[in-house]
């Protein structure tokens, strides 16, 4: 079974300049999370998608971040414009359904650098 | 708010066995996961407990009391490929859609 894909797995760019992210789930996960980790931190939820929903964006910076699910597979995340505090790894997980005890899955993540 | 507490860094010795603590508020516990990640790569499940008491897989144990707010890994005969952070995630009934929250992590390093 593929595992979550992410892409670009390392980007650079200057403030104020925009970025954008690509998540590709486990098959068949309804469920899709953007999290961001900041070095020497926890996961910290941005955003969170049954099937092209938005469920939870309580914690997404919303004049600056956006995200979508259209298709209710592939994800992307945007930033516009990117700050110095945006420099983290920007993780998407995905899971079956979003019971309780219904684990999540990681990607790899995209390492991002803001100069 | 939500509080999840574990220590900053731990470190052991090939062969030993450590505990790792996680303490956490909740207003409406719902699971408690253990997940590891190594540097530079993405977290990886580990257990989850949602009834107190002990669940053990392998050389990895996960403890919880939810009265206590409660939970720890254990992690027996270290090897040292177990270097990495270790991190305690909480499901809470009182966050916007049963979300699940991280601790900081704890880094252990296994020493020879």
């Known amino acids: 079974e593929a595992g979550v894909a992410q892409s670009p797995r390392y980007k650079i760019i200057e403030k104020r300049q925009s970025v954008a992210f690509w998540c590709n789930p486990i098959?068949?996960?309804?469920?899709l999370y953007w999290y961001q980790q900041i070095l020497g931190q926890g996961p910290k939820l941005l955003i969170q998608f049954q099937n092209n929903g938005v469920v939870d964006d309580s914690q997404l910076p919303k004049d600056r971040f956006s995200a979508e699910r259209l298709k209710g597979v592939d994800s992307t995340l945007k930033i516009q414009p990117a700050k110095l505090e945006d420099s983290a790894v920007y993780l998407c997980?995905?899971?079956?359904?979003?019971?309780?005890?219904?684990?999540?899955?990681f990607g790899p993540g995209t390492r991002l650098t803001v100069l | 708010g939500q509080n999840i507490d574990q220590p900053t860094e731990m470190t052991a010795t090939e062969g030993a066995i450590v505990q790792i603590n996680c303490t956490y508020q909740t207003s409406g516990f719902n699971g408690l996961f253990w997940y590891q990640q190594h540097a530079g790569e993405a977290p990886t499940f580990l257990s989850y407990n949602v009834l107190d008491g002990l669940e053990e897989k392998g050389r990895f144990s996960s403890f919880l009391s939810r009265s206590k707010g409660y939970s720890y890994l254990l992690l027996k005969e270290l090897q040292m490929k177990d270097s990495a952070s270790y991190l305690c995630?909480?499901?809470?009934?009182?966050?916007?859609?049963?979300?699940?929250?991280f601790g900081a992590g704890t880094r252990l390093t296994v020493k020879p």
């Open positions: 098959s068949g996960h309804a469920t």
């Open positions: 997980a995905s899971s079956a359904t979003s019971g309780g005890g219904d684990t999540q899955y």
């Open positions: 995630a909480v499901r809470d009934r009182g966050l916007s859609n049963n979300d699940m929250r």
